[in-house]
């Protein structure tokens, strides 16, 4: 069955940085695109990046563009997000998803705090 692992939240100051990764399985992740998604409390889920299977289209909600870089590794079948420039608004629980899915694996939360 299809599995989506996050990992690599925590705790940040203003400023600082976090690499979170997402362990895929069950099925071909090198012929999906992929996304990352992030909900903050009491607001609706929404994208941050999305990267197509062979990582040539990428793309980036405006909130994410010039601090956040989306990358893959097929070989791996991992998917990151590299969050710098952290703000305190960027706390949220944020979760990968691939093209067409609808299965959410438990996200890794992100706290943006001083």
């Known amino acids: 069955q299809v599995q989506l692992v996050e990992s690599g939240g925590g705790l940040v100051q203003p400023g600082g940085s976090l690499r979170l990764s997402c362990a895929a399985s069950?099925?071909?992740?090198?012929?999906?695109?992929m996304y990352w998604y992030r909900q903050a409390p009491g607001k609706e889920r929404e994208l941050v990046a999305t990267?197509?299977?062979?990582?040539?289209?990428?793309d980036y909600a405006d909130f994410a563009k010039g601090r956040f870089t989306i990358s893959r590794a097929n070989d791996k079948s991992t998917l990151y997000l590299q969050m710098n420039t952290l703000k305190p608004e960027d706390t949220a629980l944020y979760y990968c998803?691939?093209?067409?899915?609808?299965?959410w694996g438990q996200g890794t939360q992100v706290t943006v705090s001083s």
């Open positions: 069950g099925f071909t992740f090198e012929y999906y695109e």
């Open positions: 990267i197509s299977d062979d990582s040539r289209v990428i």
């Open positions: 998803q691939r093209f067409g899915g609808d299965k």
